[in-house]
Each structure stands twice: as C-alpha cells, then as structure tokens.
C-alpha cells in the first residue's frame, strides 16, 4: 500500500513546506520563550555558582544581596573568618550602574572583590586577572566592551584587561568586576556637586563646625567621605563541613543573616523569577492555543480541497481509517518539518537576543511531543468532515 | 439463483414518509449478461442517478432485490456487511469526468484498488500496466493525470474500474464531454474490455450519439424501466486517442 | 519497479530534507550537550620578568607650618596671599593687640617716672655725701680746738653726734638710690615683658616657603592653635603612596619609580621611594610609603592624585604563566593541563606576580606542559575540549 498522504505532499510540496515553515517559526518562537525562561533560571545559578560561594552572609533580616539591598560594615568579614569551618571568606559589593565607554553606555552590575577570594571570576574568555589595587577591571563580553579599553565608573576610568563569558545577574546584566575600595567608593561617593553641597551642610552646622575645637570639621567632613560598607560576605566552606553547620552559629550570633546556596537558589528563582514564569507559561499557553488553530486550519483547508477525491476514494471502496489515516499523517508530517525548522531557527537566532536563551533538550523533546498532540487533535475537525463525506456525491446527480 | 451478470428485480425507492414521499424508483427490472454493454437511457429526474447509486451500494433501495456477479447483495436488506468492500472488489466505477486522484501518477491510480484489496504493490502495478497496455495508454505509466488528454484520461479511469476484475462495471454518462470520435472509441473500448474480462457493463447516457451502439437499451421514465433493442450499431476496430 | 514523481521534484524535495537535517546536526553539535568547550592553551615554559608594585599616592609636602597666633584673639590684617613666596622673618600677619599698647605705654610712664624718682635720690646723695664732708671736716676741727681746751666738751660731743648723723644720712641717700636703682630694674623688665607679648601677635615666617592656604582675614577671632596662613617648602613636595598590604612583598627605600600625574597621564616621570611608613593602614589594609620625584615638575600642586608603580628587581628563572590560567578548585589553587586532550587539574605554588599579568609557578607543573588559559566554560575533568587559537575578539 503505497502512502496517500505522502504523495499528496508530495504533488502539493511548495505549499505544504511553505506552511511548514510557517508553523516552524511559530514552533520556534515558543521554543525561544522557553528557552527565555531557562535562560533567565540559568542566570540566576551561574550568578550563584561564579560566584564561588557556599555561603552568602548578609545583612540581618534581609534576602540579599540580589533580591534585596544590604549593607554590612567591611569588618565583620574578620569575625566571620575566625568561625569554625570556614575556610575563606571576602568582602563583596554588588550594585547596578550605568558604564560608559565613549559614547557607548552599558547597564551592568559592578563588582567589588578582594583579588584572589571568592567574588573574583573563576574562568577567563580573554586577558588577564586583575595585578593593580586600583583602575583596573574585568568585564563580561555581553557589555560589548574590549580588552584594553578605557571604561568610566563614576568618577575614575577602568582599563579593561580580562574578559568573561556568562557572569551575569539574576536580571541578566552583564557584571563588571573592579576592585574592592574602588567598588565601595563608586557606591558610596556622588559627583562633584553633591559632595560640595554635602560640605558646605556640614560646615553650616554649627555642632560640626566649632571654631573652639579646631580640626574638628576637617575630621567630620574626611568620615563622611569615606565608605566602610560592603553588601555581602561571600563564605567558601573547609571540606568535611556542611554549610548549614557553618551558617547556624553566624546567623545566632553574629546578629547576621547567612543563605546556603540552595536557599538563595530559592530566594532568586522563586521569588525573582517567579513573576516572569507565570508571564512566560501564560504566552507558553497562548502559543500552543495558535498552534493548534493555525494546524487545524491549514489541514482543514487543506482536506476542504480534496472532497471530491475523496469522495470518489469512498466510492471506489477506500476504507474510512484510511482516508482519516491519510489525514492524521499529512497533520503529523507538517508538525514534525515544522518543529524542525522551528528547532533550527531558534538556535540560529537564540545568541541574537539581549537576554539568555537557554534551548534545553528537554523543552525540545517535551515541544516535539506537545506539536504531535497538538496535531493529531487539530487534525480532528478535518478528519470528521472528511468522514462525514457522503461517496454518493462522485456519482453526479 | 445465482448467475454471474446483474440482475435487478421490483427495485423500489421511496424517499421521505408519510406526505411527503417520492418514489425515485418504483418498479426496476434489469438484466446484464456478462459481457454484455448495455445503454440505461432516460430524461432528468427519471431516476437514473437513483438506480445507479443504488446498484453502486451507496444509497439502500426501499425494497427488491439486487444480483450482481451471481451474488446477492440486496433483498429486502442489504444481504452483504461490507458494502465498501463490495465497491472496491465487485463494482467498477466510470463516471463523466474521469476523477482520478491528482496526487497519484497514472499507474498508482490504476493500482490503488488491487492495493486497497490487499495485493502487494508490485503485483497491483504489474495488474495496472497490463490494463494500461490494453488501453493503449502504456506509453503514459509514468504521467500525472493533469498531463493526459481528456480521452486518455478516460481511459485510463477505464482501466481504474477494471483494476479488481469486478464482475460489474457501472458507468455514469461517460462520453457527455466527449466529441463523436472519442465517445465511439470509449464505446468501443468499453465493449472490447466487457468480452476481454466478461464483465457486465452498464452505460447510463442520453448521448446520441452512442446511443445507436447498443444492442440492448433500457428506458426508465418515472421509476420504471422498459427493455428495447437497440441498433446494434457496428463500430469501426479503430482505437484512436 | 521505480517510483514515478519527475526526478528533478524529488531531486529538489532530497536536497531540502538534507537541509534541515544539516541543521539538526549543526544544533546539536555545535550547541547542545554535545559541542565540546573551546580552550586555548600555553605552553609552560621557563621565564623572568621584573614584578612591579602598584600604589595611588597623592601629593604632600614633607614640611608644612601652620602660621597661627598662640592665644586666643583676632586678627587684625593678613599680609600675605596664597601663592606669595615668603622669606625666613618676613611679616605675614598680626593679631589685635587690644590694650597692649597702652599697657605698654603706661609701663613706659612708670619707667621713666622710675627714673626721675632714681636721679632725684641721686642728687640726694650727693648733698648728704657733701654735708658729711663738711661735718667731718667741721667735727676734725672741733676735735682738735678740744684738745686745745679752747672748746667745751659737751660742744665736742654735740660736733661728734652731728658726724654721726651725716653719715646716717649718706647711708639712708645711698640705699634710696639703690632702691630707686631696683625698682627702675623691675619696672624695665615689666615693659620687655609685656614688649614681648605684644612682639608675638606679630606673625612672622620662620622659614623660607610657599603660602598655600589663607585660612583666616582680618576681623576673625581664632582660639589658640587654628591657623591664619599655611606655609610649605616648596621644594619638599613628595608623594604618600598607599600600597596594598597583600601585594607589597618586596617594598624597600631606594627603589625606582615611575609617577603618573592625574593630571598629565601621558607623561610618566622618574621617582625613588624614600621612606616607608612605620605605621600602616589597618583599616584598609594598606602600607604607606613616601615616594620623591627626581625633579620636581612645575605646576604640582598639594593634593594631586598620582599613580606609583615601583619597580623591583628582575625574578630569577622559573616557569612563568599567564595569571588567567590559574584556577581554583576547592581550597586548592592549581591550573588545568591537558592531558592526552583531556583536562586534568594539577595543584601548584605560585611564587612573585607582575603587574602585566604574568605569574611564576615554583611547584606542580614541568616545562613543556600544556596548561588551559582561556575556557569558555568552567571547566572539569569530565569535559570534551577542543584547542583554539583565541575565544575573543578583543581587538578594540
């Protein structure tokens, strides 16, 4: 038996791999929304596991350092580092700023990290680590940056002198790593005018201004342009601990709060995230919903086109699981070329988007099934019309 | 009795019930010997689209009783379950146009039905060239449909019906778009294929022009039939395409 | 027998099957669980280079002077501006003196009445010291008419006690004077006293220098100890650098700078360290250490930023790495050298590091080794690598 609804593809090929097409960039849209979503979890663990911790310590009674902002003294580290288990543990500043090359201005997250601890970048794409205490930086490649550039942080200039691949926030923008003092100092000191408007404040007080104690205003004005605050203390834990043995005496004694890494996965997938995956899994529906009426549709017409054959088809003594067969396979076909057209398109244009796009083969596998459901029932409209086809038609009345 | 050919006996059928009731047919007899080519003629709404579907085992008669190829399909009740399976393997089908499949080559249109019945598809285009050959339509085995002339397509729909060696042939107005020429050569073929396989032939028309061609006509005039003789016009042993 | 679509319809059909299985392919080679990660690679080899240090400084004068009055007061006028050049002793300012003057001109008055009253008891002295010398010339007489017994006794006893009270006299005009003498002495010193303290409103320079800062104008009033004028030498301008406590292994006096301004970045000019702090930074775990220019450039001004980099003595030979290679595993530092294509980690002990990024291994690995630099994911030693010339493009 020869199959029918092959060789009706192929005597019908242009339209058929037209609609193909169609359907596959339908199919790879969705498979990139997906991959949006992977990639926006992604993220958020490779910002988790770059940064090279096992513990995250933090200000008490917050969740962050990035789902909430927090704020520690930059001493604390060294009571943390005399704790039992922990092996290494750094001061770390996180805050998202404007970065400017030129005319060219990147949203990035910047960085400060004591070199050689954990918050430096583990793995580089290109260049070096940084050598120099100040003026130096390592950026991600999605800042568009390159080695050797000169970048502006504030109020210095960087030199751009290693590059990496994949360290980004949990929102996606690409870090900048400085060192420590400049990071804390980029966080802390405003511009020009603010800090002269600041000045002029504290002299105008006259609690801080007294001209029977001289040097007295010196002083105040030299605290309030320093900054001693860091946003997090990032924990590396001895081997042979767990890391919830090591976080229960911080949080109980040190009036801090400490995430192992599974919590602060659940602290940025579940709570971060959470909003953007119902949006996502909504327009995941929506999609599937066009899908199937786009593949209803087509077959649909298309079968409309055929009811003469298959009346006579009838009439000559075609068996109805055949013709529904036919059908069913013309459906099936459409969403496999479909799918793998759509599979195709979607790695091709993936690394294009600003954002991660994370194309697992899981998704694929699970889209693949999904498109074959989806066909058959679409297929379902077409086939009861065909059925219902009386063969009595091809005899002329 | 069972004797091969088609046998038609008090054939009704009633349409609708009660007030409304039209008998399409009301009392049909007919008989087709095998090998025999016999004209069904009769003006519009006489019911011949009726008998036709009728004996095509599509729409179930009211009541009487129908014989094709010494088997009894229809008396008082379909006698047969598998109606669709009778069409394929018992009754051949040309209609006015020739309706072969578009997406099929010629020589898969031929073969579908011996496919459909079961037969490998070497053997059923092995059958469906054989056919071909016989038609002399050989040289377009390989052709699309919508590359043939309109005669050639008729024989090749020809050939269709003959796929399964049904002992029945019904066909529906099969020279109406045709020129003189042509619808002889079809007439020709038809009776050529009827003594070749012994197939009982039924030609429903109201062509003139092959009308002369019979030697047996049945006229059907609000649902009745009436036997005549026809011509029996000799046709020239000349196959032209 | 052959199936019947026209060839060339199949032929065009096969080819874009083909297509989109290519494509397949390509996904998943070159994306999926299957591509394998791209690295580049180096070869160990034995090398030295000359480490650096690295410091930010800013610009200081090794002596300053604030120029300030010493009790509280105002100020009367300021002489000089920001930018004079001053000499040792020249005038910069003066306080108010108050009633000092008039203090002093009173002292004054009492001084010179002082020495009237002293040449008044003077000439006191001289008439007792005359009218004894008559008495004694008048009582030898007498004396001598007694012995005669020309004159009575009693007249030669009377003669004999005026003698003495002559002399009583010049005794008590002679201590007058010396007392006069005293008090002229005390009232003296009084006057040098009070000249003193109205000499000490006036500022003067105690060396040659550069004003820097006028803090305070004429009409303030300024408690002891707060400025009026900032004084520097100006050819004392040095740079107190700040090296980071971790990274100044190898800091001592004498070794050879390079200082870029921030003013002027081009321009990179010649230093030597001078001193190292004995204190450091503990807060931010920095040493500080003063770094002078060979010659000093002109415009510098008190304040400025500056970029040190001291330049220390060249390593001797040992493998050298880029520092991108090394890696951290656990606790352990180490890199990863491929081994029959595969990555392995190998744990090793670093020794100097200089500033461009090149970094001496003492332990772990051999010459000749392939050691992983750049990656572009983090790497295991389950991982399938393949070896690129470069994973950037990085030229700006």
Redo the contacts between chains.
């Keep these: 038996?020869?199959s029918?609804a092959g060789?009706?593809i192929?005597?019908?090929?242009g339209k058929f791999?037209l609609t193909a097409i169609g359907l596959g960039l339908l199919i790879g849209v969705t498979l990139t929304m997906a991959g949006v979503y992977r990639g926006m979890v992604d993220d958020a663990r490779a910002l988790l596991?770059?940064s090279?911790a096992d513990l995250w310590v933090v200000q008490q009674e917050t969740q962050g350092p990035y789902a909430e902002a927090s704020s520690l003294r930059d001493?604390v580290v060294r009571s943390v580092l005399g704790l039992p288990g922990v092996?290494?543990a750094a001061n770390v500043t996180y805050l998202t700023m404007q970065v400017t090359q030129g005319a060219h201005e990147v949203r990035a997250m910047v960085v400060g990290f004591e070199?050689?601890q954990p918050g430096e970048p583990?793995?580089?794409?290109?260049?070096?680590?940084i050598?120099?205490?100040?003026?130096e930086a390592v950026v991600d490649?999605r800042t568009g940056f390159?080695?050797?550039?000169q970048i502006r942080i504030r109020r210095h200039d960087y030199t751009v002198?290693?590059?990496t691949?994949?360290m980004v926030s949990s929102g996606g923008d690409p870090m900048v790593f400085i060192p420590l003092?400049d990071a804390q100092q980029a966080q802390f000191l405003k511009d020009n005018d603010a800090i002269l408007n600041e000045r002029a404040r504290t002299a105008a007080n006259p609690a801080l201004n007294r001209?029977?104690v001289?040097g007295l205003l010196d002083a105040v004005l030299a605290a309030q342009s320093s900054n001693?605050n860091v946003n997090a203390v990032l924990v590396?834990v001895?081997?042979g601990y767990r890391a919830d043995e090591v976080a229960a005496p911080i949080r109980r004694w040190k009036h801090l709060e400490a995430y192992t890494r599974v919590q602060m996965e659940e602290i940025l997938v579940a709570k971060l995230i959470a909003t953007a995956a119902r949006q996502i899994a909504m327009f995941l529906v929506i999609l599937a919903f066009v899908s199937a009426a786009i593949v209803a549709f087509i077959i649909y017409t298309m079968t409309l086109g055929k009811i003469?054959?298959i009346a006579?088809?009838?009439?000559?003594?075609?068996?109805?699981t055949?013709i529904a067969g036919m059908i069913l396979q013309q459906a099936l076909g459409l969403g496999l070329?479909g799918f793998?057209?759509g599979?195709?398109v979607a790695?091709v244009w993936?690394p294009v988007f600003p954002k991660y796009v994370l194309?697992e083969?899981g998704d694929a596998l699970s889209g693949l099934l999904a498109v074959m459901l989806i066909c058959a029932l679409a297929s379902t409209l077409a086939i009861r019309v065909a059925l219902k086809v009386?063969?009595?038609e091809?005899?002329?009345? | 009795m069972t004797e091969p050919g088609i046998r038609i006996e008090n054939l009704r059928k009633r349409y609708g019930s009660g007030d409304t009731a039209v008998d399409a047919l009301k009392d049909v007899n007919m008989v087709v010997a095998p090998g025999e080519v016999v004209g069904l003629i009769g003006p519009s709404g006489s019911g011949k689209s009726t008998l036709l579907k009728c004996l095509g085992a599509v729409i179930e008669p009211t009541a009487g009783r129908m014989v094709l190829g010494g088997q009894t399909i229809y008396d008082d009740g379909w006698q047969i379950k598998d109606l669709r399976a009778l069409r394929r393997d018992r009754i051949g089908f040309v209609f006015q146009a020739p309706h072969l499949i578009p997406f099929l080559d010629v020589t898969d249109n031929v073969a579908l039905l011996p496919m459909l019945a079961g037969s490998p598809n070497r053997e059923a285009r092995a059958r469906a060239l054989e056919l071909l050959q016989a038609l002399d339509v050989a040289h377009r085995a390989q052709a699309q449909p919508s590359a043939l002339s309109g005669g050639e397509q008729q024989r090749v729909s020809i050939a269709r019906a003959l796929a399964n060696r049904p002992p029945v042939i019904l066909a529906d107005e099969p020279t109406a778009p045709l020129d003189s020429e042509r619808a002889l050569a079809v007439v020709r073929i038809l009776n050529q294929m009827a003594r070749q396989y012994d197939t009982a032939i039924i030609v429903v028309t109201h062509d003139e022009k092959i009308i002369p061609t019979f030697k047996r006509i049945y006229h059907i005039r609000d649902g009745r039939t009436v036997e005549e003789a026809g011509e029996g016009r000799a046709l020239e042993p000349e196959l032209s395409a | 027998m052959k199936r019947a679509t026209p060839l060339s319809r199949r032929i065009g059909l096969l080819l874009m099957l083909l297509v989109l299985l290519a494509g397949m392919a390509y996904v998943a080679l070159r994306s999926g669980p299957l591509a394998p990660t791209r690295v580049t690679v180096v070869q160990a080899a034995s090398g030295s280079f000359a480490p650096s240090l690295f410091g930010i400084g800013t610009v200081e004068a090794r002596r300053s002077v604030l120029i300030g009055p010493t009790a509280a007061g105002r100020v009367v006028r300021v002489l000089v501006d920001v930018g004079d050049r001053v000499k040792a002793g020249q005038l910069l300012a003066e306080m108010d003196p108050v009633d000092l003057d008039q203090r002093l001109a009173a002292q004054q008055a009492a001084l010179a009445r002082a020495g009237s009253t002293a040449s008044a008891v003077q000439a006191q002295l001289r008439d007792t010291t005359a009218r004894r010398e008559m008495t004694r010339l008048a009582t030898q007489r007498t004396i001598e008419l007694g012995r005669q017994n020309f004159i009575s006794t009693g007249a030669v006893e009377a003669k004999l006690q005026e003698q003495t009270s002559a002399d009583a006299a010049l005794s008590a005009a002679e201590s007058n004077l010396a007392a006069a003498r005293q008090d002229l002495q005390r009232l003296g010193a009084e006057r040098d006293a009070l000249q003193q303290q109205r000499d000490r409103l006036r500022l003067l320079a105690p060396a040659d220098g550069l004003v820097i800062s006028r803090d305070a104008e004429a009409g303030t009033t300024l408690v002891a100890g707060q400025p009026v004028l900032r004084l520097i030498d100006p050819s004392s301008l040095w740079i107190r650098t700040r090296l980071d406590q971790g990274r100044s292994a190898g800091l001592a006096v004498g070794l050879p700078a390079q200082i870029v301004m921030r003013a002027n970045p081009g321009r990179a000019l010649p230093g030597r360290l001078v001193r190292i702090e004995a204190v450091s930074d503990s807060i931010t775990e920095e040493r500080v250490a003063q770094v002078a220019f060979d010659a000093l450039p002109p415009g510098v001004s008190v304040g400025e930023l500056a970029e040190v980099t001291l330049q220390l003595a060249q390593t001797s030979p040992a493998i050298v790495l880029p520092n991108a290679s090394l890696q951290r595993q656990g606790d352990r530092l180490g890199v990863w050298r491929l081994v029959d294509g595969s990555p392995s980690f190998v744990p090793v002990r670093i020794g100097q590091a200089s500033l461009d990024g090149q970094v001496q291994v003492l332990e772990g690995l051999r010459s000749g080794d392939a050691v992983v630099v750049h990656s572009e994911r983090a790497l295991n030693a389950a991982m399938r690598v393949k070896v690129v010339p470069a994973l950037a493009a990085n030229t700006p």
């Design positions: 038996m020869i029918l060789r009706d192929l005597h019908g090929w791999v596991v770059n090279g001493d092996a290494r070199s050689g583990g793995h580089l794409l290109a260049g070096r680590h050598t120099r205490s100040h003026y490649e390159k080695l050797g550039q002198v290693g590059m691949r994949r003092p001209p029977g001289p001693h590396q001895q081997p003469r054959e006579v088809l009838k009439l000559i003594g075609t068996r109805n055949t070329i793998i057209v599979k195709v790695t993936a194309l083969s009386d063969p009595a091809a005899i002329g009345g």
